[in-house]
């Protein structure tokens, strides 16, 4: 996962005023927990001493960040972007689950078929409330194509077998005005 410099405050487009975010510095450090990223600059560690301890705005975890150990960002190939609210929410659960942070879960299915505007709050409500039974879903991952657009599939990924299992039964069912296909993915 990936975080902005600084996070955006609300749900908005990371850019949408450019002009009074922070410059983006060129090195970054990595939580050993969650894995997320932070841009971070030299200075940011305080004009004295080799660093100082930082703290994960996504798990909590704190360590000691010494200047000596900030990456580059590569600029030329990657872009730091904010880590999306569905996967914040995925990490917070997974940890009170004494989970991985990166744990996306054990039953994975595709769904095709799907409306170009679903999002992946859509889908994750509509195989909540659609398994009898009730059954959380860890993680929704919408394919997307070269301009972000949606390819109109999806991977939904239980945390439980017997959840993804029933879930199956949605096959055919509709979410956001089209007929969605729900089987096991071929790989």
Same mark, same amino acid.
């Given at each position: ?45 305080? *004009?004295?001493?080799?660093?100082? %301890? ?14 000596? %150990?900030?990456? $580059? ?11 999306? @609210?569905? $996967?914040?929410?995925?990490? *917070?659960?997974?940890?009170? /689950?004494? +989970?991985?942070? $990166? ?11 799907? $409306? ?8 994750? +409500? ?9 059954? +959380? ?6 394919? /997307? ?5 949606? /390819? ?20 055919? @069912?509709?979410?956001?005005? %089209?007929?969605?296909?729900? /089987?096991?993915?071929?790989?």
């Amino acid at each position: 996962g990936a975080l902005s410099y600084p996070p955006p405050a609300d749900d908005s487009s990371p850019d949408a005023d450019a002009s009074s975010a922070l410059p983006l510095p060129s090195t970054y450090i990595t939580c050993g927990k969650c894995k997320s990223l932070f841009a971070i600059s030299s200075a940011d560690l305080g *004009a004295h001493g080799k660093g100082r %301890r930082v703290k994960c705005s996504v798990c909590d975890n704190s360590w000691y960040q010494s200047r000596d %150990r900030l990456l $580059d960002i590569p600029t030329q190939t990657h872009e730091l972007l904010p880590l999306p @609210k569905s $996967d914040l929410e995925r990490i *917070a659960k997974n940890l009170e /689950r004494e +989970e991985s942070a $990166d744990y996306v879960g054990v039953f994975k299915l595709y769904v095709g078929n799907l $409306d170009w505007n679903v999002k992946e709050e859509d889908l994750k +409500e509509f195989f909540e409330s659609g398994v009898e039974g009730g059954g +959380e879903v860890c993680d929704v991952s919408i394919v /997307r194509g070269e301009g972000g657009r949606s /390819r109109g599939f999806a991977f939904v990924t239980f945390y439980e077998e017997e959840v993804g299992r029933k879930a199956l039964e949605l096959n055919g @069912k509709e979410c956001n005005g %089209r007929e969605i296909s729900v /089987r096991e993915p071929n790989n």
